[in-house]
């Protein structure tokens, strides 16, 4: 997930960029350790310059892009506190495919789904006074809209955005833009077959996940 904002960064300017897929476990390998050492991706490389961590990575592009960028020191700061902002509700959002995917099968999934949604709510809520009846965050699209959009997007189809309206035309109009054909190009990037014993797993937890 992580990753894809990136590479829609990079689309916004339509500027050519290579991408380097790793096969699952070799995030963890001293090589790439070397650039992310706490083995995860993405990371970015633009000759002597490595980068990690997706906001970083995402501030860096869009400061050299027309568009993504004010020039203004003030707005820039603005920009920032956009893009940073994005790391509130994101990891309440996240606790939501946790306890209902990855650990459905736990005691303690169930009993901890109304805290989770009590606090999706919270801030969704929160987000949405802040966006009001602007079409974007800070009133114009820019490097803070485009990862706010990508956190909003893991519950975009899910009745959690139905409260907020303008929360979800905020996603509907991100998801509009040519740069988000970089999906496609992503998920290209995910090839070869599961292992069975992950097939498995996934069968029980979304069976499970439709219990509850």
């Known amino acids: 997930m992580r990753d894809l904002r990136v590479r829609r960064t990079l689309e916004e300017d339509g500027r050519p960029y290579a991408v380097r897929f790793l096969s699952q476990g070799a995030q963890k390998r001293a090589s790439h350790r070397a650039l992310q050492p706490f083995g995860q991706v993405p990371t970015q490389e633009e000759g002597d310059l490595a980068l990690f961590e997706s906001g970083a990575i995402v501030w860096h592009i869009a400061g050299r892009f027309p568009g993504l960028m004010p020039t203004d020191a003030a707005a820039r700061a603005k920009s920032l506190v956009g893009l940073c902002g994005a790391d509130t509700p994101e990891p309440p959002i996240m606790d939501h495919p946790i306890a209902t995917l990855f650990e459905a ?40 809209n485009l990862l706010m959009i990508s956190v909003l997007r893991i519950i975009d189809g899910q009745d959690m955005l139905r409260p907020w309206p303008n929360l979800a035309a905020n996603v509907a109009h991100g998801t509009s833009r040519g740069a988000f054909r970089a999906l496609a190009d992503h998920m290209a990037g995910f090839t070869g077959t599961a292992p069975d014993e992950f097939l498995e797993w996934q069968r029980q937890m979304e069976a499970k996940a439709q219990i509850t």
Request: aromatic letters at 10%; hydrophobic letters at 40%.
């Open 105 to 144: 099968d736990k005691p303690w999934s169930v009993p901890r789904l109304p805290s989770v949604r009590a606090r999706i709510e919270k801030r969704l809520g929160e987000a949405a006074d802040r966006l009001g009846d602007a079409e974007w965050f800070g009133g114009s699209f820019g490097a803070g």
